[in-house]
C-alpha cells in the first residue's frame, strides 16, 4: 500500500476546534513534525480539510 508523509507546517491558532481536532486525529502533535500514513480515503479527506496547514509528499508502494 502507498504511504503518505504529513508534516505539519503552519499553526493552527486562529482556526476552528474541527480543524485543530483534524490536525491531533492525523497523529500531529509539534510543528515541523512528520507523520507517515497509508493512503487511504478517509485520510484523503482529513488531508483536504487542513490542506493549507500540512505539507503532504506521496510515498512509493511498501514492500512486504
Do not use: C, F
Not at 476552528?16 to 491531533?24: A, E, F, H, S, W
Not at 487511504?40 to 493549507?52: C, D
Request: glycine share 10%.
Amino acid at each position: 500500500m502507498t504511504k503518505i508523509a504529513i508534516t505539519w507546517r503552519k499553526s493552527a491558532i486562529g482556526y476552528n476546534q474541527r480543524q485543530k481536532d483534524t490536525i491531533r486525529k492525523l497523529g500531529l502533535r509539534r510543528l515541523n513534525q512528520t507523520v507517515e500514513h497509508d493512503d487511504s480515503p478517509a485520510l484523503r479527506g482529513m488531508i483536504a480539510k487542513v490542506g493549507h496547514l500540512i505539507d503532504v509528499q506521496d510515498g512509493q508502494a511498501g514492500e512486504a
